[in-house]
């Protein structure tokens, strides 16, 4: 059975860092966009990065240049790595994997929370 299990996740002052990690199993293989998105309660979903099997990056405007998303294919695992924390960035995180948007599959989320 196909899995996400999100981890990293926790307290942090603001500019402090995190990385998250998303470990894949079952039919989730290196041929799948993976990514990362977050919800707060003012806001709906969104997207904060994501890396194609090819291995390109995209990042929302906001996170640009602080977090970094990577993947250890050989790990099936994806991670992203979080500098310069605000207190905006709190939120859960979720890990995202896509096939073409045929296949979808959806972590259970980890919290982030960036205070002092």
């Known amino acids: 059975q196909a899995q996400l299990v999100e981890s990293g996740g926790g307290w942090v002052q603001p500019g402090g860092s995190l990385t998250l990690s998303c470990a894949a199993s079952?039919?989730?293989?290196?041929?799948?966009?993976m990514g990362w998105y977050r919800q707060s309660p003012e806001k709906q979903r969104e997207l904060v990065a994501v890396i194609t099997s090819g291995g390109s990056r995209n990042y929302a405007d906001s996170v640009k240049g602080r977090f970094t998303i990577s993947r250890d294919n050989a790990k099936n695992t994806v991670y992203l790595q979080m500098s310069s924390l605000r207190p905006e960035d709190t939120a859960v995180y979720y890990c995202?994997?896509?096939?073409?948007?045929?296949?979808?599959?959806w972590g259970q989320g980890t919290q982030v929370t960036v205070s002092s």
């Open positions: 079952g039919s989730i293989s290196s041929i799948y966009t």
């Open positions: 995202n994997a896509d096939l073409m948007s045929v296949s979808v599959y």
